[in-house]
């Protein structure tokens, strides 16, 4: 860990310029409280830095919460072995999983299904109490449970050190979720601009809390987190089901693991409540499981925090990017990104250049600087990869 300020410390060993610049930015808000924590895997972002941990009084940042609220992961750890499914070509496995779950921006489900159907109630249920409608950011919000998104979401079939085979999968709010982000963001920003509010950068905007705006914010934002949460377990079902029938036997679960890395808490650190937002990084409170993804071909991680105070409890989220999507697509080839998946069933395209390994940081570097962060209980290494274009 490196303090490079009273209002910021991190625990990245790579970190460009602009990143540091922008985080730098951040942490000079007014209401920072104690200081903002940057994680191994920090990179640039829209407003705030992607991989920062943002603790503040009396007012939150909609931006340094980000557009997908609630994106996070979740894996499930099966009764199967590699061999089971090694002994085969699991090529009808990814094209299974591929027409049980939408994939890529835009796709969500034709019909409503049996399994979502209570995930549905409750999240009706919760929006009742919220005083809202979620209909009123995306008419088709019913329909968005169960879908995957495209970008760096990914459905995997894994095996940990023991051969053990795991199913993980990263995914967040979908489309009401962005719509309820940007929303409050643009609320943010017209408040700024009618009270002459200073700002280093318009995404900087805040709520403070006590306005009828912040509450609001609260209650979208925690309906939208939770969305997230049962996205996430509807499409794990569904994966579970998938390999349960190619492998001819049901999943049982030996341990479910489901987390955001997108969100905000009201939490109590150094003597103070404060609302931490944290954009792209994980709680990771003394012995909480938690889940930290390498890029497409690479190692994930299930770890356990440790609790650490300067880092708010918190560690990163995965391997944080090092070169732009656009600049991936100028650098990279097809046959790179080939000879990077070599051994793991995915779909072969160029859609995915932008997701090659070398364009995000080596995840063995982002464990190594998260050491005093968490202990890693187990190594995962993919077998199937699904993503969306």
């Known amino acids: 860990m490196e303090r490079l300020s009273n209002r910021l410390l991190s625990w990245a060993s790579i970190l460009d310029e602009l990143t540091l610049e922008q985080a730098r930015v951040s942490s000079q808000m007014p209401f920072i409280h104690p200081h903002l924590a940057l994680m191994p895997d920090a990179h640039l972002g829209k407003g705030a830095t992607v991989g920062s941990v943002i603790p503040t009084l009396g007012a939150i940042m909609p931006a340094a919460v980000g557009v997908d609220i609630g994106c996070g992961m979740i894996a499930v750890r099966t009764q199967f072995s590699r061999d089971r499914l090694t002994a085969r070509s699991l090529a009808p496995l990814r094209e299974q999983i591929e027409r049980a779950i939408p994939l890529s921006a835009g796709h969500a489900n034709r019909k409503v299904v049996a399994t979502a159907e209570p995930r ?5 249920r919760m929006a009742e109490e919220a005083a809202f409608d979620p209909a009123s950011y995306a008419r088709n919000w019913r329909l968005q449970l169960g879908s995957l998104g495209s970008g760096n979401h990914f459905i995997e079939v894994s095996v940990d050190e023991t051969d053990a085979v795991w199913m993980f999968l990263h995914s967040g709010s979908r489309g009401v979720g962005n719509r309820i982000a940007t929303h409050h963001i643009a609320v943010a920003q017209q408040i700024a601009k009618q009270e002459r509010i200073e700002l280093p950068h318009r995404d900087l905007a805040y ?3 006590g306005t009828d705006q912040f509450d609001r914010y609260i209650r979208e934002l925690r309906w939208a987190q939770h969305f997230a949460l049962l996205n996430r377990e509807e499409m794990m079902d569904r994966v579970a089901r998938q390999l349960g029938e190619f492998l001819g036997e049901p999943v049982v679960e030996h341990e479910r693991i489901n987390c955001h890395h997108n969100f905000t808490e009201k939490e109590t650190h150094f003597g103070e409540e404060v609302w931490v937002s944290r954009k792209g990084a994980i709680r990771a409170d003394a ?5 930290i993804p390498g890029s497409m071909g690479t190692a ?3 770890v356990e925090g440790l609790g650490n105070p300067l ?11 090092e070169y732009s999507r656009s600049a991936a697509r100028r650098l990279f080839t097809r046959e790179q990104l080939r000879e990077a998946m070599a051994g793991i069933e995915y779909r072969d395209t160029d859609a995915f250049l932008d997701e090659i390994p070398a364009a ?5 570097r982002v464990m190594a600087d998260a050491a005093d962060l968490v202990s890693v209980r187990h190594t995962l290494r993919q077998l199937v990869n699904v993503k969306g274009d």
């Open 300 to 302: 994930s991680y299930v």
């Open 120 to 124: 549905i109630a409750e999240l009706e």
């Open 311 to 321: 880092s708010l409890n918190s560690s990163p989220h995965g391997a944080g990017r």
């Open 360 to 364: 995000y940081k080596p995840i063995d």
């Open 207 to 209: 709520l403070s809390e």
């Open 287 to 291: 012995g909480r499981p938690g889940l």
